[in-house]
């Protein structure tokens, strides 16, 4: 092997190393970094010192998209203005999403909202603060984040005075986003509700006086909410309700859907101000009949099932929410104090004596279909004889002779129509459908009123009878559950009927017939 080559290249190292010392552009690369690692080395001290202040005298705060208090400080942002600063916006139809968008130009009052993303830093001068939105509040002082955050719940309140706000939850978006649906909604005027007398004054006294007695219940160590059931049947005004009486007590309503997928326990326990439920039999599907499916629908799937055990029942649960979840929440850990909670439902039959007992649902309310007294009331509403004065001229001409022979008195419009109103047969919201198409014409609406009123009960009969077969159809589900050797011959049957039925025009009877001979 031979050792001489390498050996001769060690003793002319430093010779070479020499060689290039000396060259002057070894001198300048040397130079370069050199005051590259200074600059470095001075840009990570900088940082640090900045990030050691702002340690030191920022404050920093999270407010999660998804909260109330979100809200608040969007709102805040825009009030001060701090949008003309952003250069991202999102652009959208507008719509009664409750969104702080800004007008770009000032003359051009548009269809679009534009609302500022505040995707990048955006610093402004708050009360002689500094604050930079998504940094923090340049101030060692607690108390400022407090009083930034109650002015922008302040100003937040100030503005939605007039409207009420209805959180809904919406998380398919992870669990910071649960309440990020937001809308805006005009607020409604009590009086312009149409119940019978003393339901909305006891409503309002109860809810005040629960607000008002919050020491009364921490003393008595009794929890702080109160639970109200409004059921009956639909259109008769039970969210209308709820809706006119957190706009007279400034409250915000979060609102749930038991019948989504998406709504889980999880999301029940994050409600303040009202917490409303509707149509909460849709929680228990196992109390839940299927008046939603059609007749033959429900002869089918009995059959079906009885044929077919494997496949899924119609009555799979269709919300995630068990009953224990929901009675946490109206009156356990997961309840929140000083909160009303509002519960509709068109099925009280159906929901579980659990959630009924005093203590979760505390005050129940019936609505009925409209009576004449409501009639009345929503035909004045509808035609005020200030609006119409010329209108009652008329009256006589229309008057409902019980009306005239009762009062022996000059009749008016309203009471005509009342009149013709049968008690309790029709919703406020049929009613109120009614009025809306003529209502530029109080006439009119009293002419016509009979003959809609034949019409509709005509409809509501055959509708009536519809459901009977619906029943008959339940009980025949229930009997092919319970004997599950249920053959051909049955099936064919059940066919058979089917058949028939849908030849047969009108016919009710001869249709309640078949299915008798079908449960035999
Ligand atoms: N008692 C009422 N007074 C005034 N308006 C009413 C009344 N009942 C119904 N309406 C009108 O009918 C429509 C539906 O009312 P609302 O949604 O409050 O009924 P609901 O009982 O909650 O019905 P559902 O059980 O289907 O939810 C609304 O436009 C409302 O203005």
Redesign the pocket.
Known sequence: MNVQRPLRTLVGLPHLLAGYVHQPYVYEHARYLLAGTLFEAARRLLSWVVERFRFRYSLSAHFAEGNPSYEWIVHLLTHEKVWQQSRDFEVTARSSQRKWGVRLSPDVEGNAEYVPTYGRPQLFRWKGYWVEVRRGIFTRDLSVLSDLVEESRRLYTETSEKSIIVYTSNNHWGPMRIWSDVKRKTQRPLA????EPGVLDMLLVDAREFFATADWYRESGIPHHRGYLLH?P????????IYALAGELGLEIYTLSLASRSTDDGVLQRAHSILLI?DIDCAFPVLRDSDDHTETEDIDSALASAYHPARPARDAPRSAVTLSGLLNVVDGVGSEEGKLFFA?T?HIDRLDPALLRPGRIDVKVE?RLASKY?ARLLFERFFPRSRFPEASGHADALGSPTTAAANGATVDLAACFADAIPDHRL???EL?GYLLSRKMNPVDAVKDVHEWVQRECAEKEKKACSEEKKRHARAARERARKCPLRNKIRWHKYKYVQRQEQRIENGCERSANAMEIVHE
């Open positions: 312009s509700l149409v119940l009956g639909p259109g008769t005004g039970k969210t209308s309700t509707e509709t068109n609505y409501q919703s406020t919201a109120q």
